[in-house]
């Protein structure tokens, strides 16, 4: 799986994507993610790649022509027209559903990361197959939805983690929260691991999470737990 990120703060979502279980992943060749200085596709003297937008209102948009020049520079690298995600607060909800098929369908993705008052409609209707958004609210920019879109689906891909039971078993997988987790000291501030985790019966252990997660959705997530 290979991610190209195209944003104006490369080293920052670099940075973060070279670290833990994706830089070594990186390292040993299961994943590629490279981030992309939109300035660098500026034809502007001042590397400039936003404006202010017709029909007025407060900011600026960000330029087609950037856009477009480094979303074709990496398709041609490519050889073909990589699927393209836009980060938006206009999107759909990005669910662990997505990241599945996302890694499932693709070998190759492009997440653009807009600023300022969003990206010119006309990149978006020319370039962009899908809009993502990681929740119902705004943020600065699109640097940490595609961090997020990127980590969720690269742990998915075979040999990035141990075995598939690492995530298989974690919250979303199946409709279901996941369990609660508890390690060494047995007691801890007056609080003690439950028996059941301590008896060593394998059957009791597994009936007892599965009750758990169905619980705590129930409580927490009633909306997931309807779809159950």
């Known amino acids: 799986m290979r991610i190209d990120i195209m944003t104006l703060f490369p080293d920052i979502v670099g940075d973060m994507l070279c670290e833990s279980i994706l830089g070594r992943a990186q390292e040993r060749g299961y994943i590629r993610i490279e981030c992309h200085q939109i300035r660098d596709y500026s034809t502007n003297k001042q ?3 936003d ?6 209102g407060r900011g600026c948009v960000m330029l ?3 856009l477009y020049d480094c979303w074709k520079h990496i398709c041609n690298d490519a050889g073909y027209r990589v699927h393209t995600i836009f980060m938006s607060p206009c999107g759909a909800l990005f669910k662990q559903e997505d990241a599945r098929r996302l890694e499932r369908e693709h070998k190759r993705l492009i997440l653009v990361c807009g600023r300022y008052e969003g990206v010119d409609e ?3 209707e020319h370039c962009v197959d899908e809009e993502l958004s990681i929740g119902d609210f705004v943020l600065t920019g699109g640097e940490i939805p595609a961090m997020a879109i990127a980590d969720a689906v690269c742990r998915l891909v075979p040999g990035v983690l141990p075995d598939e039971e690492c995530f298989a078993q974690e919250s979303h997988w199946d ?3 996941e369990y609660p987790q508890y390690t060494r000291p047995e007691q801890w501030q007056g609080h003690k691991v439950p028996e059941v985790l301590l008896s060593g019966h ?3 252990i597994e009936k007892w999470r599965k009750q758990q997660s169905l619980d705590r959705t129930r409580t927490r997530r009633p909306d997931m737990f309807e779809k159950l």
């Open 47 to 49: 590397r400039q790649v």
């Open 51 to 56: 404006d202010y937008p017709y029909g007025g």
């Open 64 to 66: 087609a022509q950037p």
């Open 122 to 124: 006309r990149f978006v």
């Open 175 to 177: 409709g279901l929260l």
């Open 202 to 204: 394998h059957a009791n």
